[in-house]
């Protein structure tokens, strides 16, 4: 097996090799194993099914972190047919944390953004590791604004450990194409569909975040900061970070739970690395089907759910009264 | 409502000042004289005050409250607070929350960490929304983004500009992905106010960073920042820790953001409310011969 494995993940590589070692020996000796290669595989999967079951919240970050994990324009392709790369903000220039373009979905012509990390140290260093600049999120404004005026859905694919905190991404005002984004996504008159795909990274994520459905695959996470940057402020160690993931609550069911979300997409057991086939079709049924419900919807109306959707987020009380006032 | 007199009268016996760039907190003793951190020239303290908390020699901008603002900004007596019954949650039950709000609230007198309310501005009547560094340091949670939409609605309704005095480190740790999803809560709300062709007056007060201001605080029509207030989305710090960059002198300032066409006005605080009457006035109903109409 490659490298890259989790530490939680390898007894099962381990007997997933020696599965595989037995088929071998099966072929080249003419010895029949299968017993034992039974037996083995039933032993698998009672132990993969134990792994994936009781998760920690440290453990599924370093899941949606996963080496393997498939990214956006893996996603893409498997989801959409004739997937159209479109580039650049017209303003500075083309950010690839950033990927843009049209596509068909079923037939549908939609728009697509997406945080796109790269797969080895040359692409992430193309891709400055999925963490876009002010120019990624005008591109992505430029992309949507278009997508309204033509009358095609919008769907956003979130992968990215946040926005780049440089001295050029402040120079060119980052918290502005941020706030921006937020604003007109907000208003956007065409459906917008949201997938979280594996780290969603604070403001840089919700940046691309603000639509009609939020859907978030079961092992991706979403935060307001990383828990290694919540362990040095709260334990003065980044190796608490463990610790800060549980406290934080960003797993897709906690998001569920605190009607952040809208929609879980299972993963393959073992996470999507295992299979971005299936992950894909997963994708795709979720997608289309809340897609073809939103389709329906008259643009007001939409746009009325869209404001009071993120408009009830939030838990605080009334001083009068003892419950609490709004729960998402 | 407190006028400025009357919170100079009723102020505590020590004044904690900022100063830009040092990390430490000092306080200063409520002597006669004080000493400004900033350029080291000794000031009557009094003069500090009449100065607004600007120091006359440098120009330095010291930390001040919300409430110190407010009586800085409105005409007097005209400032009525509303949405000042909503109390904080845990809604993630989060390590020491809830003893962090109450020493927040004890040591600064507020709720949270802005006041909402309506005034006039040399008789311009406005929707005003100021925000407090010394609360968990001027934090976005659940409570923050509320009163600010509901600042950002009052002000859809009655038609009313709207002003609001943005200082802060973020979003609030505590309340995770409730905190970052104010940001789109508010901005909505400002998209909204927008299309009905609402005024939004930002100011931009030291410090006013992250989340707070990749959301409500950077979608004014007009943003004014204070001298030297620092203003980013990722404050110098986070830079030299993450990406290791070296950074120029003076970056991430208000005066930076000028030079990089990111802000309109750099307004010193004693000329803030008579700007803010003149931004006003520009936006009031034309009238022939000019003076003062009503908003
Ligand atoms: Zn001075």
């Given at each position: 097996m490659p490298n890259g494995n989790l530490d939680f993940e390898r007894p099962l590589v381990e007997l997933e090799s020696r599965i595989e070692e037995l088929r071998r020996f099966t072929k080249e000796k003419g010895i029949d194993l299968s017993a034992e290669i039974a037996t083995l595989e039933k032993k698998a999967a009672e132990l993969q099914k134990e792994i994936y079951d009781n998760l920690t919240p440290g453990q599924r970050v370093r899941l949606a972190r996963h080496p393997k994990r498939p990214l956006a324009l893996d996603i893409i392709k498997l989801v959409f047919e004739e997937f159209t790369e479109l580039h650049g903000d017209r303003l500075y220039r083309?950010?690839?944390?950033?990927?843009?373009?049209?596509?068909?979905?079923?037939?549908?012509?939609?728009?697509?953004?997406?945080?796109?990390?790269?797969?080895?140290?040359?692409?992430?260093?193309?891709?400055?590791?999925?963490?876009?600049?002010?120019?990624?999120?005008?591109?992505?404004?430029?992309?949507?604004?278009?997508?309204?005026?033509?009358?095609?859905?919008?769907?956003?694919?979130?992968?990215?450990?946040?926005?780049?905190?440089?001295?050029?991404?402040?120079?060119?005002?980052?918290?502005?194409?941020?706030?921006?984004?937020?604003?007109?996504?907000?208003?956007?008159?065409?459906?917008?569909?949201?997938?979280?795909?594996?780290?969603?990274?604070?403001?840089?994520?919700l940046?691309?975040?603000?639509?009609?459905?939020?859907?978030?695959?079961?092992?991706?996470?979403?935060?307001?900061?990383?828990?290694?940057?919540?362990?040095?402020?709260?334990?003065?160690?980044?190796?608490?970070?463990?610790?800060?993931?549980?406290?934080?609550?960003?797993?897709?069911?906690?998001?569920?739970e605190l009607g952040v979300i809208d929609e879980i997409v299972p993963?393959?057991?073992?996470?999507?690395?295992?299979?971005?086939?299936?992950?894909?079709?997963?994708?795709?049924?979720?997608?289309?089907?809340n897609l073809q419900d939103l389709l329906k919807i008259d643009v007001k109306t939409l746009l009325e759910q869209r404001y009071a959707k993120f408009r009830k987020m939030g838990v605080f009380y009334r001083r009068k009264s003892a419950d609490a006032e709004s729960e998402g | 409502m407190p006028t400025l007199k009357d919170f100079f009268r009723s102020k505590p016996k020590y004044v904690t000042v900022h100063p830009i760039g040092k990390?430490?907190?000092?306080?200063?003793?409520?002597?006669?004289?004080?000493?400004?951190?900033?350029?080291?020239?000794?000031?009557?303290?009094?003069?500090?005050?009449?100065?607004?908390?600007?120091?006359?020699?440098?120009?330095?901008?010291?930390?001040?409250?919300?409430?110190?603002?407010?009586?800085?900004?409105?005409?007097?007596?005209?400032?009525?607070?509303?949405?000042?019954?909503?109390?904080?949650?845990?809604?993630?039950?989060?390590?020491?929350?809830?003893?962090?709000?109450?020493?927040?609230?004890?040591?600064?007198?507020?709720?949270?960490?802005?006041?909402?309310?309506?005034?006039?501005?040399?008789?311009?009547?406005?929707?005003?929304?100021?925000?407090?560094?010394?609360?968990?340091?001027?934090?976005?949670?659940?409570?923050v983004g509320e009163k600010v939409t509901l600042a950002i609605e009052k002000a859809l309704e009655e038609k009313k500009p709207l002003i609001i005095v943005s200082t802060s480190g973020g979003a609030r740790m505590q309340e995770g992905i409730l905190s970052l999803m104010q940001m789109a809560k508010t901005s909505a709300a400002i998209g909204k106010l927008n299309e009905a062709g609402g005024l939004y007056i930002s100011v931009l007060a030291n410090p006013c960073t992250a989340g707070v201001m990749a959301s409500f605080a950077s979608l004014g029509d007009i943003i004014i920042a204070e001298p030297k207030a620092l203003v980013a989305f990722a404050g110098p710090r986070v830079i030299e820790q993450t990406v290791r960059e070296?950074?120029?002198?003076?970056?991430?300032?208000?005066?930076?953001?000028?030079?990089?066409?990111?802000?309109?006005?750099?307004?010193?605080?004693?000329?803030?409310?008579?700007?803010?009457?003149k931004l006003l006035r520009f936006h009031a109903p034309a009238q022939v011969g000019g003076g003062k109409a009503d908003a």
């Amino acid at each position: 097996m490659p490298n890259g494995n989790l530490d939680f993940e390898r007894p099962l590589v381990e007997l997933e090799s020696r599965i595989e070692e037995l088929r071998r020996f099966t072929k080249e000796k003419g010895i029949d194993l299968s017993a034992e290669i039974a037996t083995l595989e039933k032993k698998a999967a009672e132990l993969q099914k134990e792994i994936y079951d009781n998760l920690t919240p440290g453990q599924r970050v370093r899941l949606a972190r996963h080496p393997k994990r498939p990214l956006a324009l893996d996603i893409i392709k498997l989801v959409f047919e004739e997937f159209t790369e479109l580039h650049g903000d017209r303003l500075y220039r083309d950010d690839q944390a950033i990927v843009g373009g049209l596509a068909f979905l079923e037939g549908i012509p939609v728009t697509i953004i997406a945080e796109q990390r790269g797969r080895d140290t040359k692409e992430n260093i193309a891709r400055n590791f999925g963490m876009p600049y002010p120019e990624g999120y005008r591109k992505a404004l430029r992309l949507m604004k278009q997508a309204e005026k033509f009358g095609r859905p919008v769907i956003t694919f979130i992968d990215t450990p946040g926005a780049f905190p440089g001295l050029e991404a402040e120079e060119r005002g980052q918290a502005e194409a941020i706030a921006v984004n937020l604003m007109h996504m907000s208003r956007l008159q065409v459906p917008i569909v949201v997938v979280v795909l594996g780290e969603g990274g604070s403001g840089g994520a919700l940046a691309i975040g603000v639509g009609d459905r939020i859907l978030m695959l079961e092992n991706a996470q979403y935060s307001v900061i990383s828990p290694e940057g919540c362990a040095a402020i709260l334990w003065h160690d980044a190796s608490f970070a463990n610790e800060a993931a549980a406290a934080l609550k960003i797993t897709a069911k906690d998001l569920m739970e605190l009607g952040v979300i809208d929609e879980i997409v299972p993963e393959p057991l073992g996470g999507a690395h295992r299979d971005a086939t299936q992950t894909a079709a997963n994708i795709k049924e979720a997608v289309l089907r809340n897609l073809q419900d939103l389709l329906k919807i008259d643009v007001k109306t939409l746009l009325e759910q869209r404001y009071a959707k993120f408009r009830k987020m939030g838990v605080f009380y009334r001083r009068k009264s003892a419950d609490a006032e709004s729960e998402g | 409502m407190p006028t400025l007199k009357d919170f100079f009268r009723s102020k505590p016996k020590y004044v904690t000042v900022h100063p830009i760039g040092k990390q430490e907190k000092r306080e200063i003793p409520d002597g006669l004289w004080v000493k400004c951190e900033e350029c080291g020239n000794l000031l009557f303290n009094k003069e500090l005050e009449r100065n607004m908390m600007v120091c006359p020699k440098c120009g330095y901008h010291y930390r001040v409250s919300a409430r110190f603002r407010i009586a800085g900004i409105c005409d007097e007596g005209t400032f009525q607070e509303f949405a000042d019954d909503l109390v904080t949650a845990d809604p993630l039950g989060f390590p020491a929350y809830p003893e962090k709000i109450r020493a927040a609230q004890e040591k600064t007198g507020l709720p949270e960490a802005v006041i909402c309310g309506t005034c006039e501005i040399e008789g311009f009547p406005v929707v005003l929304a100021v925000m407090d560094f010394s609360f968990i340091g001027g934090s976005m949670g659940s409570v923050v983004g509320e009163k600010v939409t509901l600042a950002i609605e009052k002000a859809l309704e009655e038609k009313k500009p709207l002003i609001i005095v943005s200082t802060s480190g973020g979003a609030r740790m505590q309340e995770g992905i409730l905190s970052l999803m104010q940001m789109a809560k508010t901005s909505a709300a400002i998209g909204k106010l927008n299309e009905a062709g609402g005024l939004y007056i930002s100011v931009l007060a030291n410090p006013c960073t992250a989340g707070v201001m990749a959301s409500f605080a950077s979608l004014g029509d007009i943003i004014i920042a204070e001298p030297k207030a620092l203003v980013a989305f990722a404050g110098p710090r986070v830079i030299e820790q993450t990406v290791r960059e070296k950074l120029p002198p003076g970056s991430h300032r208000a005066e930076f953001l000028m030079e990089h066409g990111l802000i309109d006005l750099i307004v010193d605080r004693r000329d803030l409310k008579e700007t803010l009457a003149k931004l006003l006035r520009f936006h009031a109903p034309a009238q022939v011969g000019g003076g003062k109409a009503d908003a």
